[in-house]
């Protein structure tokens, strides 16, 4: 499907009453497991989804975060607003890996919504000036995932929001949330844990 500002997307609906905003990273797209078995789990818990996809060349990113950060969240909210039109959503749960954080920290975290909203946050770009505090403005439901080995890791950030958001931290993952070495049983491990982790998040809210 393709939105009114010509931003692709898929959309899986399944007449549910919560809707999943799926939103992934650079590289890390949709066939990557995190994002993959994240769908899959929607799909278990009969939950509509909609995943956007987005794209930008090289010359995109040497941009102001501002910039970027405005045109990712004007892209990603023409789908949403179409997404909307309906009305037929009383909660809407957003999924986001990376690039996809952006729009949830700079703007929907903290955006009135009429509906019951909450968000899973998967490797934040900490780093990015304003983004932890975002965050920490937010008293939205939130479920945080990082490695200590990303290039966005921030230990004083994890700290606060580990004050203020359900976070788990995994030791030496990087910013695909696996370890430096391949290991196929720890890289299981480790998604087994953050997909139970957010089924609990999600039992929760």
Known sequence: MQSKTGIHYTYEKRGAKTLCVMLSGTNYTYDKPLMYYGSMLMKEKNIDTVQVHYEYDDAFFTQATATITERITADVSSVIDEVLEAGQYERILFYGKSLGTLPLSYAYVTAQWDVEVAFII?????????FTEGLLASDKPMF???????????ADHVKRLAQKTT????????????????????????????QQRIQQFMKEW
């Open 122 to 130: 998967l490797t934040p770009l900490l780093q990015f000036e304003g």
């Open 144 to 154: 945080v995932v990082i490695g200590t080995e990303d290039g966005h890791y921030r």
């Open 167 to 194: 976070l788990l931290e995994i030791p030496g993952a990087n910013h695909s949330l696996e370890q430096r070495e391949p290991n196929v049983d720890v890289a299981l491990q480790h998604l087994l844990d953050i």
